[in-house]
């Protein structure tokens, strides 16, 4: 059984930091396209980080380049996203997620985590 989970999510002020972490099991880790999704409230899920299972490829949405980073360590099977310089507009639900494809369309992604809730305040 595959279980993703999240964890280090919590309430911040803008400008400050948080390091998200997603712990996986159940599956061949090293395989995984390994991605950071999120959900604000009355919008829909948006592609946030990946990191490709192979060749080390990585993306960022856009609205977070420069600010966040995501890694991930085969070994320990859990994927981080490190996260600065937070702004309000970074107030979401958290997702990591795993896919057999190198992608950034969640649509792809079969596993998901519960996610984890980050609230930045003004």
């Known amino acids: 059984q595959v279980q993703l989970v999240e964890s280090g999510g919590g309430l911040v002020q803008a400008g400050g930091s948080l390091r998200l972490s997603c712990a996986a099991s159940g599956l061949t880790f090293s395989r995984y396209t390994m991605g950071w999704f999120r959900q604000a409230p009355g919008k829909e899920r948006e592609f946030v980080a990946v990191y490709s299972w192979i060749g080390g490829r990585i993306y960022y949405a856009d609205s977070v380049k420069g600010r966040f980073t995501i890694s991930r360590d085969n070994a320990k099977n859990t994927v981080d996203l490190q996260i600065n310089s937070l702004k309000p507009e970074d107030t979401a639900v958290y997702y990591c997620?795993?896919?057999?494809?190198?992608?950034?369309?969640?649509?792809?992604?079969?596993?998901w985590g519960q996610g984890t809730q980050v609230t930045v305040s003004s």
């Open positions: 997620a795993a896919s057999l494809k190198i992608t950034t369309g969640d649509g792809s992604y079969a596993y």
